[in-house]
């Protein structure tokens, strides 16, 4: 089982208002091994094995209280931030601008010594295939294991970096933000609060791709769990979360999330247009 975390929480209780019902996909049960299989980007959509079922959750809109969120409790927070980015699908734009604001960000809100920004994602709820693109993540997930999360450090730093880094404290973060001129109306993410995760409720899932298959944790369905959201996120706005952290002192590890329909969005509502960056980020 993962060390979700090991000493007392401190929860944030929800506002008696401000939520919406909606469903959202978790496994059922362990009865079939999870294993999602990714096409390239544009070619299909992901096949799954898995009992999946959808489960109606309470998401609680977490801005009224988003000073109070911590990565190292709830493991997500909403953070400022502005880009310079114009065109999100320029590929050669977004490595060489964007990934250094997101090194930036994390460095500043984590203190951590050097970060690497590794990966992104544009996602659409838009004809996402015929444009070449992902669509939104709907199974609740976490984007590392106990597993992967080192070996990720070990794929992408040379070997006598990646033990050496490997000895101290490392993470991984995820950096979800809008890429749309106009507020997020379809398919918002939503977060659980990390305190509210149980060790049995993070299954490992294998994700295979045509060059390698990984790991990544897919939720099993727990009425426990704590959920949030941030409505109608604008351009300047980005989400950070903590999706893998190598210390055991009682600080979040781990995280789970996944995109749902909201129930207030307009009949009419724009389809989400998505970036997700994922970093290595060290610490002295």
């Known amino acids: 089982m993962p060390d979700v975390r ?17 469903p959202v996909q978790y496994l059922a049960d362990l009865s079939v091994k999870p294993v999602t299989y990714n096409p ?3 070619t299909g959509v992901p096949r799954r094995d898995g009992n999946y079922r959808d489960f109606t959750v309470r998401i609680h809109d977490a801005r009224p209280f988003a000073r109070d969120l911590s990565l190292d409790r709830q493991a997500f927070i909403l953070t400022h931030h502005e880009t310079e980015v114009r065109d999100f699908l320029d590929e050669e734009e977004v490595r060489t601008r964007y990934h250094a604001e997101v090194e930036a960000l994390i460095r500043r809100e984590t203190g951590a010594s050097k970060v690497v920004v590794f990966d ?11 444009r070449g693109l992902r669509t939104p993540v709907r199974s609740v997930h976490n984007d590392y294991t ?5 070996q990720r450090v070990r794929d992408l730093l040379p070997p006598e970096e990646a033990e050496r880094r490997l000895k101290k404290r490392f993470a991984e973060y ?11 109306e379809m398919a918002p993410l ?21 060059d390698r298959t990984g ?6 369905y727990n009425a426990d769990h704590r959920w949030f959201y941030f409505p109608r996120m604008t351009r300047d706005e980005a989400v950070l979360i903590k999706c893998y952290d ?8 781990f995280s789970l999330h996944a995109a749902f329909d909201d129930p207030t969005s307009p009949a009419n509502a724009r389809p989400r247009q998505s970036i997700e960056a994922r970093a290595l980020a060290f610490f002295d």
């Open 6 to 22: 090991t000493a007392a929480a401190t929860s944030i209780a929800p506002p008696l208002a401000g939520w919406v019902e909606a």
């Open 40 to 42: 390239p980007a544009g």
């Open 120 to 130: 992104h994602t544009v996602r659409t709820a838009d004809r996402a295939v015929e």
């Open 146 to 150: 106990e597993k992967s999360g080192p």
């Open 174 to 184: 995820n950096v979800w933000r809008n890429i749309d001129d106009h507020p997020v």
């Open 190 to 210: 939503g977060f659980v609060d990390s305190q509210s995760i149980a060790p049995r409720d993070l299954a490992v899932c294998d994700l295979v791709y045509a």
């Open 215 to 220: 790991e990544i944790y897919q939720g099993v």
């Open 246 to 253: 190598s210390m055991k002192d009682g600080r979040a590890r």
